[in-house]
């Protein structure tokens, strides 16, 4: 039906709204970049209940940035440098421990930014895997190399549990609506390059403002 169609992730979707990201002197939008990591939850409760607590916290940093954006000053909140500026300009940043801004955009958007990086090396493992990849060592291997380094252990642990319960590579490129399995590939190897750029960019504007390790 017409509504199954539109609740259906479509890897081509997520693609679409990475390339709105960028502005033409590299600003990146933070209503495109949210709308990205929604079409990511979205893929993500497709694939069942065991990952309920990955995208709940997805969803609540995800609602924490919308509340900005469709806040009182979220004509601050239009890119994330300008976020940024103005966060820092008006001192709601907790910069080295947790205080009166527990909360913040930069914080937050930190959170998501450092799961891009995790998404980058999965997807990277993704395309260029053999047809008798494991989704789940791939994606254990990309944690370890990004996002476990931020997490403690009882984290680690249950995301570990949950990456066993990932679907096999054939069923898991399925699910992304694209096609066949060369065409998924051919679709990442577009993606890819455009999720990267946007993690560069906000990796650069997190470390010139110090502000990698935010509380
Ligand atoms: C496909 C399997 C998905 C696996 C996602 C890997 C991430 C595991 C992360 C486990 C985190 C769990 C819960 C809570 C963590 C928070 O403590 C932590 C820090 O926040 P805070 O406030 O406590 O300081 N939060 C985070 O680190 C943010 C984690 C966000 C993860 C969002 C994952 C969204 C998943 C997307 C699925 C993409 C599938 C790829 C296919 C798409 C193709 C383009």
Same mark, same amino acid.
């Given at each position: 039906?017409?509504?199954?169609?539109?609740?259906?992730?479509?890897?081509?979707?997520?693609?679409?709204?990475?390339?709105?990201?960028?502005? #033409?002197?590299?600003?990146?939008? +933070?209503?495109?970049?949210?709308?990205?990591? %929604?079409? /990511?939850?979205? !893929? $993500?409760?497709? =694939?069942?209940?065991?990952?309920?607590?990955?995208?709940?916290?997805?969803?609540?940093?995800?609602?924490?940035?919308?509340?900005?954006?469709?806040?009182?000053?979220?004509?601050?909140?239009?890119?994330?440098?300008?976020?940024?500026?103005?966060?820092?300009?008006?001192?709601?940043?907790?910069?080295?421990?947790?205080?009166?801004?527990? #909360?913040?955009?930069?914080?937050? +958007?930190?959170?998501?930014?450092?799961?891009? %990086?995790? /998404?980058?090396? !999965? $997807?990277?493992? =993704?395309?260029?895997?053999?047809?008798?990849?494991?989704?789940?060592?791939?994606?254990?291997?990309a944690y370890n190399?990004?996002l476990a380094?931020?997490?403690?252990?009882?984290?680690?642990?249950?995301?570990?549990?949950?990456?066993?319960?990932?679907?096999?590579?054939?069923?898991?490129?399925?699910?992304?609506?694209?096609?066949?399995? #060369?065409?998924?590939?051919?679709? +990442?190897?577009?993606?890819?390059?455009?999720?990267?750029?946007?993690?560069?960019?906000?990796?650069? =504007?997190?470390?010139?403002?110090?502000?990698?390790?935010?509380?």
């Open positions: 039906s017409v509504v199954a169609e539109d609740q259906k992730f479509s890897l081509k979707e997520v693609l679409d709204t990475f390339k709105l990201c960028l502005t #033409e002197n590299k600003e990146v939008y +933070l209503e495109h970049y949210v709308a990205g990591w %929604r079409g /990511l939850v979205k !893929f $993500l409760n497709s =694939l069942g209940s065991v990952f309920g607590f990955i995208s709940k916290d997805a969803v609540n940093k995800i609602k924490i940035l919308v509340g900005y954006l469709e806040g009182d000053n979220g004509s601050q909140y239009v890119t994330i440098q300008s976020m940024m500026k103005y966060e820092l300009d008006s001192g709601l940043v907790d910069l080295t421990k947790r205080g009166n801004h527990p #909360e913040s955009g930069c914080r937050t +958007l930190l959170r998501l930014h450092r799961a891009l %990086r995790w /998404l980058e090396l !999965f $997807l990277e493992r =993704l395309r260029t895997s053999s047809e008798d990849g494991k989704t789940s060592v791939m994606c254990a291997d190399e990004s380094q931020h997490h403690p252990w009882v984290i680690r642990k249950a995301a570990g549990m949950a990456f066993c319960m990932l679907p096999g590579r054939l069923a898991f490129l399925e699910v992304m609506n694209v096609g066949t399995p #060369e065409q998924v590939v051919a679709m +990442l190897g577009e993606a890819l390059p455009l999720i990267s750029e946007v993690y560069q960019i906000t990796e650069e =504007l997190y470390a010139q403002n110090n502000m990698l390790d935010l509380p």
